[in-house]
């Protein structure tokens, strides 16, 4: 009887290690954690645990950049991609645990043409604890909340946002590309100004509803807030308006 309690206990002690192991501990064991600028300076070249929010840009910037960062404890990021990554957009504005290599800049050679930023190249990202997946349509990243006054566009600001509300001024500065500066008046009478805009796909909707994709910033000592460039102009209400593949979604 004894035998059998030893052997038995034996098994449960394996089992438990085993669990903890696959499910506490995880690839990550032993890792110098890296949540801060200080953590990268501290830790370049070197792998270790990452802790932040996953963030997708929605749209393109220049030479096409559209990165992929994780956005650490102090409000710095780290740039995970260029581009987007399909298979991670399930991570899209949630908490992540990540392991892998951090640089202060892209690791890479200087003959590489590359973005001088901190960079993390990941070995596998996992949500945090408590976090749930974003379950939309496979490839397709999570819609952006719309702002209509200035309550939603305070809580939202810093992030990727849809801008919906009336077109109340449109200026044209020079013959550029982006050689446009316009004014949205959002529902409660709150202002958003657009310092750079597509003239082109502005022109005719004034007075009219129109959504911007952009991300919002609360201007500082200001009354109202402003948009980033890049951004996009849709008439009338348009989820995914400007992102790619938007017509399939």
Avoid at 33 to 53: F, I, L, P, Q, Y
Avoid at 98 to 106: I, M, P, R
Avoid at 108 to 120: E, G, N, T, W, Y
Wanted: charged residues 20%.
């Amino acid at each position: 009887m004894n035998r059998f309690v030893t052997v038995f206990q034996v098994l449960i002690m394996a089992m438990l290690i085993a669990c903890a192991s696959d499910g506490n501990a995880g690839p990550e064991a032993g890792l110098p954690s890296c949540e801060t600028t200080a953590d990268v300076k501290a830790n370049h070249g070197k792998r270790v645990v990452v802790r932040g929010v996953y963030l997708q840009d929605a749209l393109p910037g220049g030479k096409r950049l559209q990165a992929a960062t994780i956005l650490l404890g102090d409000g710095s990021s780290l740039i995970r991609s260029y581009r987007p990554v399909p298979a991670e957009f399930r991570f899209i504005n949630r908490k992540v645990v990540a392991s892998g290599k951090v640089f202060t800049d892209a690791g890479l050679s200087r003959d590489c043409q590359q973005v001088m930023a901190p960079h993390f190249y990941p070995d596998e990202i996992r949500l945090a604890p408590g976090e749930s997946p974003y379950e939309g349509k496979p490839g397709v990243m999570p819609p952006l909340p719309f702002v209509t006054d200035r309550k939603s566009a305070g809580a939202n600001a810093g992030k990727w946002v849809h801008v919906f509300g009336v077109l109340e001024s449109l200026e044209k500065l020079n013959e550029g590309p982006v050689g446009g500066r316009a004014v949205v008046l959002l529902a409660d009478g709150t202002k958003v100004a657009a310092g750079r805009v597509n003239y082109n796909s502005c022109a005719g909707l004034t007075g009219k509803s129109v959504t911007m994709t952009a991300v919002i910033y609360e201007n500082d000592g200001r009354n109202g807030f402003e948009i980033s460039f890049p951004n996009a102009v849709c008439g009338g209400k348009k989820p995914y308006c400007g992102m790619s593949g938007g017509k399939d979604r």
